[in-house]
């Protein structure tokens, strides 16, 4: 197959030097010539030239804002600038504007030559190592995304289709089953990917200041508005804009953000101008939207137009094929981040994991195998796990026609207190998880402050926890350093 010639523009007012230029470089390019500057930018705009020789000084419009036009419109070609004597004031700027190198005049073919061949080598050169940083960049992005079961293989592969893409994605699934992840992962393989990522929790801001914090303010617009504020919109401007818990937006909100996604346009809070933005708007929810849109909670017409590209995340109870690697991939985490060196999880843990029906999801796993390496003991997995069985699932949540069913768990139960009032057995499920949660709680609490010699602030880390709800629990279970 023969191989397309480089194409070459010439833009210069002088016509000996596109005639010079033409018959000492015919057959190696593909020459185009311009005589002005304008010419020069329309043929540029619509053949996009690999290079281009730019004459510093021509009549009207001059080179270095003819590069100056170049680079606004994102023309990727490599730009040398041709320059007479006495104009050393130019070059400085047209190196600092993007041009690849300079030619003095008169020059020789051959010298230009040797220049085009240059440039045109460190261009390939850049060129192929952005395919490396960009293969490089993708790979990276799967290393929080765990799972080769068919169920996440599935995932993935959607993910990979539209990553790259300016469709609104909306991802549903349980609480604790890695949404951020997927739609970090969507940012990151896209083109858009240097640019911010934005997120924003609609469920943790309150009604009243979600709007503010979307769309911004303008002074004066309420009490204590007392400067414009952008909002997040403004913020993820090219970028991109996370909406967390999407079906806990208020109906009220959820008019403005259609319009968002219909328009690419909003008005701030006490503002009259339309500002407009370009960005990619991802959404995630465990919130079965249909039955909020029955409800009359959530708009029909948002849930259609967020509805472009749909990533269902299974719960773990689906996918425990995806056990071993999860476990892995904690445990070398948590090693690397406690410093410690936890080797393996014994087959018979993973078994006990793998029978387990996981409310909490990966981030309930995740929590476990944290615990494991922070006491370095596997053998509270059995409390762990009894403390955890209890809690409610939100099996089907986001996704519409699940019937919740999951693989069940009968946990070895510890033997039935006796309710020393009535000297009859207490059957309530609620007081003997909350009994097993508080000795579970304590025991670590204490274990860990032992560890780092109870330093407090240490210890707070280490257990994930805010400093004041550390001395909190420790007040309320009378941990002290004789009896811990």
């Not at 003819?66 to 400085?92: C, D, F, N, Q, W």
């Not at 992962?185 to 801001?205: D, E, Y």
């Not at 939207?289 to 017409?301: G, N, S, T, V, Y």
């Not at 071993?324 to 690397?336: G, R, S, T």
Request: proline share 4%; hydrophobic share 40%.
């Amino acid at each position: 197959m023969k191989k397309d010639k480089v194409k070459l523009l010439i833009i210069d007012d002088d016509p000996k030097v596109g005639w010079i230029l033409t018959e000492g470089l015919e057959g190696q390019y593909d020459i185009l010539l311009a005589r002005d500057g304008i010419e020069g930018i329309q043929v540029a705009s619509k053949e996009n030239p690999e290079l281009i020789l730019l004459d510093i000084k021509m009549p009207g419009m001059d080179g270095i804002e003819v590069l100056r036009k170049l680079k606004k419109a994102e023309i990727p070609s490599e730009v040398i600038m041709l320059s007479g004597h006495g104009e050393t004031k130019y070059i400085v700027e047209s190196i600092q504007l993007g041009a690849a190198e300079f030619i003095n005049k008169p020059f020789d073919v051959k010298e230009v030559e040797i220049h085009l061949q240059s440039v045109l080598e460190k261009s390939h050169l850049r060129s192929k190592i952005r395919e490396y940083e960009k293969e490089l960049k993708s790979r990276n992005q799967y290393e929080n995304f765990i799972g080769d079961s068919a169920k996440m293989v599935e995932v993935r592969n959607i993910i990979e289709q539209v990553a790259d893409s300016d469709l609104t994605v909306l991802i549903r699934g349980e609480s604790g089953t890695g949404k951020e992840i997927v739609a970090r992962m969507l940012h990151n393989l896209s083109t858009r990917s240097a640019l911010s990522f934005t997120k924003v929790n609609c469920a943790a801001i309150p009604r009243d200041l979600l709007e503010a914090e979307l769309f911004g303010y303008e002074k004066g617009a309420f009490t204590g508005a007392h400067k414009t504020k952008p909002g997040r919109f403004e913020v993820a401007n090219k970028g991109t804009i996370f909406l967390d818990e999407i079906g806990d937006m208020h109906m009220d909100l959820q008019s403005k953000l259609l319009q968002v996604l219909e328009q690419q346009e909003f008005v701030r809070v006490g503002g009259i101008q339309n500002i407009k933005v370009d960005v990619r708007i991802i959404c995630a929810t465990n919130r079965n939207l249909e039955q909020a849109i029955a409800d009359q909670r959530f708009r029909d017409d948002l849930f259609y137009r967020l509805n472009e590209i749909t990533v269902f995340l299974p719960p773990l109870r689906e996918r425990l094929d995806d056990i071993l690697l999860l476990v892995d991939h904690f445990l070398k985490k948590y090693n690397a981040l406690y410093k410690k060196e936890y080797p393996t999880i014994s087959s018979g843990t993973i078994e006990m994991l793998s029978n387990f029906h996981w409310p909490g999801n990966v981030r309930q796993l995740e929590n476990v195998i944290k615990q494991i390496v922070v006491r370095e003991d596997e053998n509270i997995t059995d409390a762990l796990l009894k403390a955890g069985a209890a809690m409610p699932t939100n099996a089907g949540a986001g996704v519409p026609g699940n019937s919740g069913t999951q693989q069940q768990q009968t946990p070895v139960a510890d033997p039935v207190p006796i309710d020393p009032e009535t000297g009859e057995k207490d059957y309530s499920l609620k007081k003997r998880v909350s009994k097993a949660v508080e000795r579970e709680e304590k025991s670590l609490i204490a274990e860990v402050l032992n560890k780092v010699n109870w330093n407090r602030r240490k210890a707070s880390e280490i257990l994930g926890v805010s400093y004041r709800s550390l001395l909190y629990k420790i007040k309320e279970y009378k941990i002290n350093e004789m009896n811990s």
